[in-house]
DNA sequence: CTTGAAGCTATAGTGGCTATAGGTTGTAGG
DNA sequence: CCTACAACCTATAGCCACTATAGCTTCAAG
């Protein structure tokens, strides 16, 4: 008998992606952009995982589901590969991702705000001549930088 | 004497932009795109704008600035175009990106409150081994849906 | 040995621009 | 009138992080 697939050491992409929730198309794009390295192969040319892969795939989504970019989450695994160096560059581009979703959530919240306030006024039913959604894009009072 | 740029009726991309604050790049690409109507063409065949292009343009660039879809743009500016049709379908986009908005901003508060705990605890300064971030990123005790 | 799922490569598409190359036109100064 | 140069033109490729498609080959169960 044969071990189950949740114990196999040697697994095919398929596998891999149920594992890590990361889809198989996704796993070959991160092959192909360097941040997965290219496994072994069977006789007929199918890539096949071990231990190793599972660990950085993982690493890579968990970064990812924190939104960080590709491009950093390369520099975070050649620091997680050389655990001896420090790791101020890793700090930085947390604290800088942190920075950045603040930023975004501050400009979505006026967003927000002023979406709520623009479909408050109009819930439909009128004209569009009289709908506030309209009325508040066409309207020119906001405009900050131009007077035309 | 010629009237001055800022009241002159028709006028060049290059104005069109400044005026409304979209690049002239933006400009044709809404046209290619089919937000903004095709132009009357100078004897070289360069655009030239009228009033109503620039009415246009700001409508648009409101909407792209409250973060709506081109594609829901191009289905405001057809209402507004036909002002007696009902609104139902403008405050339904509306209502429909302030729900998206909105949980955007959700998701982006709990990104936030991971990433700051993670910044937090480690600020820098140590090995890439003993690095919070690295740890947060590697470590699998946040999976909840695989065993891995 | 057959069948069907799963794998493979290569390529194009997504959204909303932005950038580049390589040419043409408009206009102000001399 | 001529020249210089900014502004304009088209067509195409690139950005990010995938996702989808087409047309194959391989694997594994029955």
Redesign the interface.
């Given at each position: 008998m044969r071990p189950t697939k949740?114990l196999e050491r040697v697994v095919p992409i398929g596998t891999l992606a149920?594992?890590?929730?990361v889809k198989v198309e996704t796993i070959r794009y991160y092959e192909q952009v360097g941040l997965l390295p290219e496994p072994e192969r069977s006789e007929g040319n199918q890539r096949r995982y071990g231990r190793a892969h599972?660990?950085r795939l993982?690493?890579i989504k968990?970064?990812r589901d924190?939104?960080f970019a590709v491009e950093s989450i390369r520099t975070?695994l050649r620091?997680?590969d050389?655990?001896?160096?420090?790791?101020?560059e890793?700090?930085?581009?947390?604290?800088g991702?942190?920075g950045e979703?603040?930023d975004?959530?501050a400009r979505?919240?006026s967003?927000?705000a002023?979406?709520?306030r623009?479909?408050t006024v109009?819930?439909?039913?009128?004209?569009?001549?009289?709908?506030a959604?309209?009325e508040?894009?066409?309207?020119?009072s906001?405009?900050e930088?131009?007077d035309?």
């Open positions: 949740a149920e594992r890590t929730g599972v660990e993982a690493f968990h970064a924190l939104g975070l620091l997680s050389t655990p001896g160096m420090p790791c101020d890793a700090h930085a581009i947390a604290a991702h942190l979703v603040r975004k959530i979505l919240r967003l927000e002023e979406l709520a623009i479909a109009c819930s439909g039913g009128v004209a569009a001549r009289d709908c959604v309209i508040a894009l066409a309207d020119h906001h405009c930088h131009h035309h």
